[in-house]
């Protein structure tokens, strides 16, 4: 079964930092992608930022672009996202996802219905 953990939210002021990691276990599938989200209540939920395992390939959402970073330890199966120069508009609840990656580009896969999902991390920036 595949899980996914993540950790690292918090609180922190306006132009801080944090680091998410996101804990897997349970991959069976050889190529793969790892997804960030992110939703504030009353929105919808958007992707940010994506990595390839195949190649290493990154997304980034335009607004994210230059202030945070996606990496991976396949060692120690976990996946970071570096978060700098963090915005009041960056606070939500921010996922990992997981799911087979069968093209070329890891923001065209298909999350919601071939992924899994961690429960999520409160990142709340303050002005």
């Known amino acids: 079964e595949v899980q996914l953990v993540e950790s690292g939210g918090g609180l922190v002021q306006a132009g801080g930092s944090l680091r998410l990691s996101c804990a897997a276990s349970?991959?069976?599938?050889?190529?793969?992608?790892i997804g960030w989200f992110r939703q504030v209540p009353g929105k919808e939920r958007e992707g940010i930022s994506c990595?390839?395992?195949?190649?290493?390939?990154?997304f980034y959402l335009d607004s994210v672009k230059g202030r945070f970073t996606i990496s991976s330890d396949n060692a120690k199966n976990t996946f970071y996202l570096q978060m700098n120069s963090l915005k009041p508009d960056d606070t939500a609840v921010y996922y990992c996802a997981a799911a087979p990656q069968y093209g070329s580009h890891c923001q065209w896969v298909d999350y919601n219905a071939l992924g899994y999902w961690g429960k999520g991390t409160l990142v709340t920036v303050s002005s």
């Open positions: 349970g991959f069976t599938f050889d190529d793969y992608a």
């Open positions: 990595i390839a395992s195949r190649d290493g390939n990154t």
